[in-house]
Nanobody, 123 residues
Framework: VQLQASGGGLVQAGGSLRLSCAASGRTFSSYIMAWFRQAPGKEREYVAVINWSGGSTSYADSVKGRFTVSRDNAKNTVYLQMNRLQPEDTAVYYC?????????????????WGQGTLVTVSS
């Protein structure tokens, strides 16, 4: 599986962005998909995960209620809608995929990674 993240950019605090992650391969619908982020000088952290069908999602406490993860298996794409962005959301955002049949929350558990897209939130 190859992943291509896009949609990052510069936004003012309180604004919104939608990230996309396009996946290659015919087995996209069998993978769990997740978003992680890494701010300068910090470790990569979990943001959100969605199961293969889109029927189950989970979020980090720091983004719960502001971010929404979704997927379109017909388009081999997963999305991260980010609302009410804050300066502390500034980071490179990565999408990840794994064939595990369940939810996973640690970066080391994911087999496939996109290249990352930079989100910068100005105050």
């Amino acid at each position: 599986v190859q992943l291509q993240a896009s949609g990052g950019g510069l936004v003012q605090a309180g604004g919104s962005l939608r990230l996309s992650c396009a996946a290659s391969g015919r087995t996209f619908s069998s993978y769990i998909m997740a978003w992680f982020r890494q701010a300068p000088g910090k470790e990569r952290e979990y943001v959100a995960v969605i199961n293969w069908s889109g029927g189950s999602t989970s979020y980090a406490d720091s983004v719960k209620g502001r971010f929404t993860v979704s997927r379109d298996n017909a388009k081999n794409t997963v999305y991260l809608q980010m609302n009410r962005l804050q300066p502390e959301d500034t980071a490179v955002y990565y999408c990840a995929a794994d064939s595990y049949n369940g939810m996973r929350y640690r970066a080391r558990d994911y087999e496939y990674w996109g290249q990352g897209t930079l989100v910068t939130v100005s105050s």
